[in-house]
């Protein structure tokens, strides 16, 4: 029997008995025909010769929104990988996001005047929403402040001057006396927004630098590095925000960059942009990768030597054409296309294509082919392909390719999808996941295509 708990999602692997000599049960609710759902407690007995343990779980509530119930004979199976709550995923088209969003980056300030006045800039500028620099106020020292406290409230007001919405980084002082390395979202109304799933009020970085070396963690000792002293590692996960007039949006802080797993649930949770403070320099190289790998569009704020460091990225790894950097303030602005989505094209292989070229021909100029699929623009008129960017591939066969809204019809990309059958990467991978996912649980191997008729 082996067993791992991991920052609120519970993986169970179990057997009637072990090599080891232990045995153990786990009781799932309501799993009589179904993978566990959401905000079910799973209790494991582990029973050994010198006593018996019971273990309780409660899986976090932000998996909710998207969790499935998977059809499976579990009064037989022996295994059971909650993971694919952890990493499942709701339809691209259950999301509503701006169409073009201008973003920026401010530098760190300890002043509320000076944060007033460079949000006001950046407002002025067109940007929606503004990013702060990591652990904002203090610069890191000292125990924090309490969610409304005077610079929270200060940076509040400045956003409702100023109608821009703000991720303001800062260490959080709790009601308990623990400091936490947080970040809340105010809206452009000045309203501190709950996370979507959780009501949350806040984020807590979920992976803080512990310093080396780290064992025994208990005894201290780190000679060679600190860690971030005294803050708690995060505790409540990964959290999403439904930001008005912007879409869903997740926030990760730093060294989080080193721990794929809540990127890929950052993305799982339906954020398009994804937030990251950093102490860390940008431009970012794994920053840079995770937008490629998870067609994500990433906020970077890095560490501000001597000038702000932010980086915008879009679902491509590449910087937005119109990003600028104000000289004189070291405000960053670049605007990212919400309205776009990537398509597999053997995902499913007799509706990607056709439909496609159905797409085009119906909404002329509409639509852009931002990484070229399908034999591109010459095989799919109405659609026009977009200027290659430097380092990116000029093939019109990729398997894996980005349809973008060119901004002249009303139509979303989403929703021309929907009218031609076109199914977005995002669900055709997680309808394989899902479903190969069930199989597993069953043991049963993946069943014969039925022929249409």
């Not at 929270?152 to 959080?172: D, E, Q, T, Y």
């Not at 797993?261 to 954020?271: M, P, S």
């Not at 296309?337 to 056709?354: K, M, Q, S, Y």
Request: charged content about 15%; aromatic content about 6%.
């Amino acid at each position: 029997m082996s067993m791992w708990c991991h920052l609120g999602v519970l993986l169970v692997r179990w057997a009637a008995a072990g090599a080891d000599g232990l045995s153990s049960t786990c009781t799932f609710p309501g799993l009589a025909s179904t993978m566990p759902i959401l905000n079910d407690t799973i209790t494991c007995s582990v029973g050994s010769s010198s006593g018996g343990t019971t273990i309780r779980s409660t899986l976090s509530s932000e998996r909710v929104a998207s969790a499935a119930k998977f059809s499976a004979n579990t009064a037989s199976a022996l295994y059971t990988d909650v993971r694919s709550q952890v990493y499942d995923m709701s339809p691209e088209a259950s999301f509503t996001f701006g169409r073009s969003i201008m973003v920026s980056t401010v530098p760190r300030s300890t002043n509320p005047s000076t944060i007033a006045e460079q949000l006001s800039a950046a407002a002025s500028a067109g940007a929606k929403v503004a990013l702060m620099t990591e652990e904002d106020f203090a610069g890191g020292k000292g125990a924090g402040e309490k969610i409304n406290g005077a610079m929270v409230i200060a940076v509040a007001a400045a956003a409702k001057a100023s109608a821009i919405a703000v991720v303001c980084p800062f260490r959080l002082l709790a009601d308990d006396g623990r400091s936490f390395n947080a970040a809340v979202v105010i809206a452009a109304n000045g309203t501190l927004l709950k996370a979507t799933l959780t009501g949350a009020t806040h984020y807590e970085k979920v992976f803080p630098v512990l310093g080396w070396p780290v064992l025994p963690v208990d005894d201290g000792g780190f000679g060679v590095q600190a860690g971030e002293i005294p803050i708690v590692p995060g505790l409540g996960g990964v959290q999403v925000w439904d930001l008005p007039d912007v879409g869903r949006i997740a926030v990760l802080t730093c060294f989080d960059i080193n721990f794929a797993e809540v990127w890929h649930e950052a993305y799982a949770l339906g954020a398009r942009i994804v937030f990251w403070p950093s102490m860390m320099r940008t431009p970012d190289r794994d920053a840079i990768s995770y937008a490629r790998l998870l067609r994500v569009n990433i906020v970077a704020n890095g560490q501000p030597m001597g000038t702000n460091l932010g980086q915008v990225l879009d679902t491509t790894g590449h910087v937005p054409p119109d990003t600028h950097i104000d000289p004189s303030t070291g405000i960053v602005t670049a605007t990212l296309n919400l309205d776009e989505a990537w398509i597999h094209e053997n995902g499913p292989g007799a509706l990607i294509c056709p439909g496609l070229r159905k797409m085009c021909a119906a909404y002329p100029a509409a639509f852009e082919l931002a990484v070229s699929g399908c034999g591109g623009a010459a095989q799919n008129p109405g659609c026009t392909t977009a200027p290659v960017v430097p380092g990116e591939t000029t093939a019109d066969n990729n398997a894996v390719f980005l349809v973008r809204s060119t901004g002249k019809s009303n139509t979303t990309v989403v929703a021309a999808f929907a009218e031609f059958g076109v199914v977005s990467y995002r669900d055709y991978i997680m309808a394989n996941r899902r479903g190969l996912n069930s199989l597993r649980q069953r043991g049963t191997a993946i069943p014969a295509a039925k022929v249409q008729k």
